[in-house]
């Protein structure tokens, strides 16, 4: 199937040093948003909680997800629980944390409250979930406990732990868990458990840990296809080949800071999709100019690429779109994460198709002109 006339040659790089301009001009405000505002981090990259709750009959992913967006907690993950019916993990960005003004409240009205008796140690959970107290001597857990609420904490239960010698105390707080069960119990009464089965605190260290890795998880990737590219073709080719992998992935991360998206570990793997088809893309116009070297070999650089891409145009074109069709239905009928997701491919997608064209060849061509043809 063609869309252009066989044999049809078009100028593409008569127009590289506009799109050129577009391109690097593109790429550096995307960069440059990467560090203003800067990229808004989901629960896998900033932290926040991890809820694990068993429903008691049939709730589906949909109408949990709208039921705890209805308590005013933005773009849940519902995640389900393999193999375990009504089960589910949901992640929220909000934590418990105290602030510094309150846990200082605290520690004053227990040591006022304590009287004769020290306060050797007070720890609070990073999670804002509990708080540990260490004393001189034994002390009465109901006294701790209104001892804490007197001073703002929500707390659940106080209880003794470790050695009786040691003088621990444990005391529960109401945690965002608590406060989301409770909501569920509310909006779903004949459905939603009275506990939570598990709930996890992620902090921004295991968040950094997490961005870290991300990225030398897309570094690794554009090392190993430059590598490929200059094996598979020239050595010429492999940076003409990056550099449009780094065009297409900059300014689907640029267009996620404009709109505010949230970048989370899905949102990686969108992009290594679209470093893996920009680079496909690229070859495929690779492949017919390494072709097209054999046949017309008098002819220039130039117009190999010229006559490559008007080749393997119509190919390009319906391929992209045969990929936009078959992801838009995720798009509008998919949650607000895989919407997200398709978003970024449906970026990625079409600066990719563009890239191939007027980004790869005429830096390859540049590159030839300036470094190869003079050695």
């Excluded at 800067?38 to 629960?43: E, F, S, W």
């Excluded at 960005?93 to 004769?116: D, N, R, W, Y």
């Excluded at 529960?172 to 598990?198: F, K």
């Excluded at 220039?300 to 074109?317: A, G, H, K, P, V």
Aim: proline share 4%; net charge positive.
């Amino acid at each position: 199937m063609h869309i252009f006339k066989p044999g049809r040659t078009f100028n593409f790089l008569r127009y590289r040093k506009l799109f050129g301009v577009i391109s690097t001009l593109l790429v550096a405000g995307s960069l440059a948003l990467l560090f203003v505002p800067g990229p808004n981090y989901g629960i896998d990259f900033k932290g926040g909680t991890e809820i694990e709750l068993a429903f008691k009959t049939d709730t589906g992913p949909g109408a949990l997800r709208s039921s705890i967006m209805g308590l005013g907690y933005e773009r849940p993950q519902v995640v389900s629980v393999e193999g375990k019916l009504n089960q589910y993990i949901i992640r929220i960005q909000e934590v418990s944390s105290l602030p510094k003004e309150q846990i200082e409240q605290i520690e004053a009205k227990l040591t006022s409250a304590l009287g004769a008796t020290q306060l050797e140690e007070m720890k609070v959970s990073p999670g804002g979930d509990k708080i540990s107290l260490r004393l001189s001597d034994t002390a009465d857990p109901t006294a701790l406990e209104a001892a804490l609420k007197q001073a703002g904490a929500q707390v659940k239960k106080v209880t003794a732990f470790g050695r009786a010698d040691d003088h621990r105390y444990e005391a529960r707080l109401v945690g965002v868990a608590d406060e989301v069960v409770r909501g569920l119990q509310q909006a779903m009464p004949d459905r939603a458990p009275e506990l939570p089965l598990r709930v996890e605190w992620v902090g921004p260290k295991a968040g950094a840990q997490l961005r870290d890795a991300a990225l030398k998880a897309l570094l690794y990737a554009v090392a190993f296809i430059m590598v490929y590219v200059a094996f598979r073709f020239d050595l010429r080719f492999a940076p003409g080949g990056v550099v449009a992998m780094v065009h297409d992935a900059m300014i689907t991360c640029g267009l996620f800071v404009v709109l505010q998206k949230e970048v989370n570990l899905a949102t990686v793997a969108a992009l290594l999709t679209v470093i893996g088809y920009s680079i496909n893309d690229t070859i495929v116009v690779y492949d017919r100019i390494r072709e097209n070297m054999h046949r017309m070999r008098d002819a220039s650089l130039y117009n190999l690429i010229n006559i490559s891409t008007s080749q393997t145009l119509s190919r390009t074109i319906i391929t992209s779109i045969t990929t936009l069709l078959s992801i838009s239905a995720f798009f509008i009928w998919g949650t607000p994460v895989i919407r997200d997701i398709v978003f970024a491919l449906f970026v990625g997608f079409v600066v990719g198709t563009y890239s191939s064209i007027y980004v790869a060849a005429p830096f390859t061509e540049w590159m030839d002109r300036r470094f190869f043809q003079r050695a």
